[in-house]
């Protein structure tokens, strides 16, 4: 038996959703239409999430999975008491916005969806379950996109200012984990999925990112501060879609790559974890020309509402190169990377490297010196179930246990501060990359297909058990 160090007192065990990947119910109860909703799964999904092809509404032709998705939306106490099950200390999930603004531009919000949440989070606690609540994962009310362009526009700290109060006012005492934009960087890689942003012909495409993204990081601190005002319990984080980069070998032209690679994605942890612009950033506006307006009160805000906590998906490392003749990369990652010959990929292409978490874990730390969260992590894998819909999925349980084993090592051999950790899809739903139902993350299979056929039943897979085993040990029996 692999015995481990107790993880700490009171370390939040759990798994993590997202309201498009997994609610349905796309116009139920007067939620309105989100970007997340006309992403369709096929071959024009990359074009269209990286703000490239116009996709605005519903197409003929096309499957948009996260209409219905795995139907959370009507099948929530049931999931809620599986996870309860499973000895959950946490369960992530996210708002969608268009539920509480359907438009995103209203005065009043709609209370249909505002009774949802409240209705989850209540079933959360009746099983001991901290709810740690995204704010957007990647959601934003089409209206928004079609009448002021996303974030670029900077009206959208306005809406969004609305949105947290009213969140943070109806779910005081029920919600306090509060994570404000969902892998903040993704702006960068997937801009229309991550921040409503489509490109006009011969647009500065970078000027429109990193503008879009400046309001994001004012809106953020904005969110921190009125969750402090209004409940000085609230604990506000920021979520990084992370990965470090390595050398692809001791060229320093490597090294120096892979650290530039680094700070695109650091950037945005930089502002909200330390409260100011990093020098390498002005410079690089500089460099490309690009002028990011900025209001007066943006910097004070920003160096007074930094984050409580710093959160973090991890799946894999990252490996760069500085020579532009090395084409190998790896498949099926919206992040694309040099392709690593000393790690073993998944089906879909995603390079498994559990010493890379440790390694991530220490590199921010030291960067940060604030509590960490690990709130996705996990293996996309293809399920095959019985006729019991029991799944065997020990490569699942494989991955989990190595993973867990180096973030242990984390904290018991470096002394990283972390508070909890949450596998990405503990119940299977959409995949985000790629829109299918068959890349599966969960303890829990739901039977439904990439075509949205099925009865949407749920069944425990082998790792359910294993998982309820890890989080009643407190991490101690991993076998
Ligand atoms: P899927 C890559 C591509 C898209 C979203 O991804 C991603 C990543 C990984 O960094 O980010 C997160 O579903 C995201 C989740 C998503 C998860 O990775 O493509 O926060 O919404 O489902 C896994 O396998």
């Known amino acids: 038996m692999t015995e481990l160090k107790p993880f700490p007192k009171g370390f939040l065990w759990g798994g993590a959703t997202a309201a498009n990947q997994c609610e349905g119910a796309y116009d139920v109860d007067g939620r309105g239409l989100a970007n997340v909703d006309v992403v369709p799964i096929g071959k024009d999904r990359f074009s269209i999430i990286a703000g490239q092809k116009k996709m605005f509404d519903f197409e003929d032709g096309y499957f948009y999975p996260a209409k219905g998705s795995i139907d959370f ?104 984990y509060w994570l404000t934009f969902n892998e903040i960087n993704m702006i960068l890689h997937a801009p229309f999925m991550g921040a409503g942003l489509y490109f006009e012909e011969g647009e500065n495409v970078d000027q429109v990112k990193y503008q879009a993204a400046h309001h994001e990081l004012v809106a953020s601190a904005l969110a921190t501060k009125i969750a402090h005002e209004i409940d000085p319990e609230n604990k506000v984080g920021c979520m990084l879609a992370a990965g470090q980069y390595y050398p692809n070998t001791c060229n320093p ?112 730390w030291d960067r940060y010196q604030k509590p960490m969260f690990i709130v996705e992590n996990g293996l ?59 890349k599966r993350y969960g303890f829990i299979y739901v039977d439904r297909d990439n075509e949205g056929n099925g009865t949407l039943k749920r069944s425990k897979k082998k790792s359910f058990d294993w998982y309820k085993k890890v989080i009643a040990s407190n991490g101690t029996d991993i076998d």
């Open 253 to 364: 032209n490597d090294y120096w790559k892979a650290m530039q690679e680094d700070r695109e994605n650091y950037f945005f942890i930089d502002v909200q974890a330390r409260g100011e612009y990093p020098n390498y950033a002005k410079k690089k506006f500089e460099r490309l020309g690009l002028d990011i307006e900025m209001a007066a009160e943006d910097l004070t805000l920003l160096k007074e509402n930094t984050v409580d906590f710093v959160s973090f998906s991890y799946y894999s490392s990252r490996v760069a190169s500085a020579d532009p003749n090395l084409t190998d990369t790896t498949a099926g990652n919206i992040f694309a990377s040099i392709k690593n010959p000393y790690l073993e990929s998944s089906e879909w292409g995603w390079q498994i490297d559990p010493l890379g978490l440790r390694i991530t874990l220490n590199q921010i």
């Open 380 to 438: 996309g894998a293809v399920d095959t179930p019985d006729e019991n819909g029991y799944v065997a999925d020990d490569y699942r349980i494989d991955y989990l246990r190595e993973h867990i084993k180096t973030m242990n090592a984390a904290i018991n051999e470096d002394g990283v501060e972390l508070l909890g950790y949450t596998t990405w899809g503990c119940i299977d739903l959409v995949s985000a990359g790629t829109g299918e139902m068959k």
């Open 73 to 176: 939306y009507h099948h929530y106490k049931e999931d809620i008491a599986l996870l309860g099950e499973m000895g959950f200390k946490t369960f992530r999930l996210s708002i969608a916005w268009s539920r509480i603004f359907p438009k995103g531009d209203e005065l009043e919000p709609n209370e249909a969806g505002l009774q949802f949440y409240e209705n989850v989070f209540k079933e959360c606690h009746k099983y001991g379950i901290e709810p740690l609540v995204t704010i957007t994962h990647f959601d934003c009310p089409m209206y928004l996109i079609e009448h002021y362009g996303g974030w670029r526009n900077r009206e959208m700290i306005t809406f969004y200012d609305r949105l947290v109060r009213t969140l943070f006012t109806r779910f005081k005492g029920l919600v306090k």
